[in-house]
Nanobody, 117 residues
Framework: QVQLVESGGGLVQPGGSLRLSCAASRSILSFYGMGWYRQAPGKQRELVATILSGGTTNYAGSVEGRFTISRDNDKNTLYLQMNSLKPEDTAVYYC???????????WGQGTQVTVSS
């Protein structure tokens, strides 16, 4: 029904930057909210950042001030700009969306981010 495809992950040195993208198969205006989650090896999936349809954003304390979530409605794409990356940020990052019309949510397949020297 709906596909979310993440891209932009990779290997980066501590202090570096990456921008993740999440391309949706339909207008992101149809979503109540979107967000980024991450899961490190041996750990549970955790919330990183969210953005609601009205534009309100929220961030995990561990990334506040370093990461920025944004969206481009014309391109049906969600972004996560990650600056000042730390080894603790190493994880698989997942895009998430909540439908505004159906009681259902959607997940992407994830993109690997590795922060290491």
């Amino acid at each position: 029904q709906v596909q979310l495809v993440e891209s932009g992950g990779g290997l980066v040195q501590p202090g570096g930057s990456l921008r993740l993208s999440c391309a949706a198969s339909r207008s992101i205006l149809s979503f109540y909210g979107m967000g980024w989650y991450r899961q490190a090896p041996g750990k549970q999936r955790e919330l990183v950042a969210t953005i609601l349809s009205g534009g309100t954003t929220n961030y995990a304390g561990s990334v506040e001030g370093r990461f920025t979530i944004s969206r481009d409605n014309d391109k049906n794409t969600l972004y996560l700009q990650m600056n000042s990356l730390k080894p603790e940020d190493t994880a698989v990052y997942y895009c998430h969306a909540d439908s505004a019309t159906v009681d259902y949510d959607y997940w992407g397949q994830g993109t690997q981010v590795t922060v290491s020297s």
